[in-house]
């Protein structure tokens, strides 16, 4: 079964940046829709970012052009590189299957986006 392990997260100031690492390992996701989602307290989990198989992509509005999604397939690893980071993106960040998550959630990463 696929191990989802997220890092990257930590605190930062608003306007900073930070890029969030999802490594996979049990199976090769290189061929998976892959997605980021994001959880914040008292606050169901949300998509913030997804790419198709074919690579086509898919931002949550608040992230769009802030957020972006990349992939290296030979280190089996899904990004996500946030800039120009805001308060309301606190959160605990996961990666997972897209536009479903199916596969077992891994520990997320926490973004702090505090002055």
């Known amino acids: 079964q696929v191990q989802l392990v997220e890092s990257g997260g ?3 100031q608003p306007g900073g940046s930070l890029r969030l690492s999802c490594a996979a390992s049990g199976r090769i996701i290189s061929n998976n829709a ?3 989602y994001r959880q914040a307290p008292g606050k169901e ?3 913030v ?7 086509g992509t898919n ?6 052009g802030r957020f972006t999604f990349s992939r290296d397939n030979a280190k089996n ?11 309301e ?16 959630w891994g520990q997320g990463t926490q973004v702090t986006v505090s002055s």
């Open 10 to 12: 930590g605190l930062v």
């Open 89 to 104: 993106d606190t959160a605990v960040y996961y990666c997972n299957g897209f536009p479903v998550p199916t596969m077992r």
């Open 77 to 87: 690893t899904v990004y996500l590189q946030m800039n120009s980071l805001k308060p």
């Open 45 to 47: 989990r949300e998509l």
């Open 59 to 64: 931002y949550l509005p608040s992230v769009k």
């Open 34 to 36: 892959m997605g980021w």
């Open 49 to 55: 970012a997804g790419v198709n198989v074919g690579g």
